[in-house]
């Protein structure tokens, strides 16, 4: 396999971690930002971006020579034979993807594209927009190639290098191989399709996990109403290779980057061609109630009424493992309890405290301890894998009222119970302590 002269657009989550993985495939990559401050640092080798083993590829590909930094995209694609767009696409008006940096770019790069060279799409994007793309930059000479990602925020560097598979679509083949074979040395499976189904292919993944953790939720507010066990049920469910163990962990909803966006976008695609899709609304709708779900818990937990209570929060990103707030269920959940009138002070190793998402009236603190100090409940909201190990009877010295609201059934029951915790999960039956 020959190295490609590759550029990458956008040094966010996906473009960073696309363009550092790329180069370590021993591509010569250049990934360009508007950000000249951004620019500056990762010339340096400095990402800000949680992403566990990111940094160190970084600084790996700009040692090798095979990993640089430029401000803008038009001098960076002078020569290049791959271009990969991975610039935001927010969820915009009625739920439809928002394409404006999408084009913006393309007109940007539109003139200086060398002959031959080829565009990708690595964002998420709606079906459609590989050709909408290509009648946008009205270049016979530069194929358009639909190239989604697969990337788990907290394991992205994992995922790009093992991939469970490599989609490429385009209506011009040999664009289409030319860029599967990128990924050659990774060994996957490969679908080469056409454009359309590809830019298919994000969207109904995506939204078929989201309609896998509605079904757990509803499953597991089931049990709680008829005495089964959620973790048992879910057991049983995944030994069935057609169904698997995957996203079957019940909790206070998906979030996320993508989840949301996604499901949002296919269904307006689905309603601008007159489809009728119950089935995601429902999916969607159900998310919803979930977040309303773990508010009820906490508020039962508090004796009815959270106005006025101390609440202590573990966790506010959407996942462990990230310092991502975007459409984070636990940070709704928080958002949610501040508007009942509850005091809240919140532990959350990702964070710095600086961020501008954080709800008014609650207080980031740096250490679990002082988030459980005389609160009237203690609520994990996300799983971080240092919860498990905390001092359960220095919270329960630290607490005013002695129960923890578990929304991710992260924490082992027992253990709590024998700190004279009383412990609330999510479709299970709840452990009162032991006085």
Known sequence: MFARRIVVVGTGYVGLTTGACLASLGHRVVCSDVNEQKVAELSRGEVRIH?????ELVQEGIAAGRLEFVVGSAGAVAEAEVVFLCVPTPMGSGGAADLAVVEAVAQEVREVLPTGCVMVTKSTVPVGTSKRLAEHLDRADVAVVSNPEFLREGSAVHDFLNPDRIVVGSDTQDAAERVAA???RLGAPTVLTDAASAEMVKYAANCFLATKLSYVNAIAELCEQLGADITDVTEGMGYDRRIGQSFLQPGPGWGGSCLPKDTAALLQVAEAVEFDFPLLRATISSNSHQRQRMVAKVREACGGVLAGERIGLL?????????DLRDSPALEVAQLLAAEGAELVAYD??????????????TLVDDPYQAAKEASALVLL???????SLDWNRIADALAGLVVVDTRNHLDPDVLRRANLSWRGVGRTPVTALS
């Open 349 to 362: 190793p990702g964070l710095r405290g600086d961020e501008p998402e954080l709800p008014t009236g609650l």
């Open 51 to 55: 992403e566990p083993g990111l940094a």
């Open 382 to 388: 996300t799983e971080w894998q240092e919860f498990r």
């Open 182 to 184: 990128l990924y050659s």
């Open 315 to 323: 966790g506010l990103t959407f996942k462990a493992g990230t310092d």
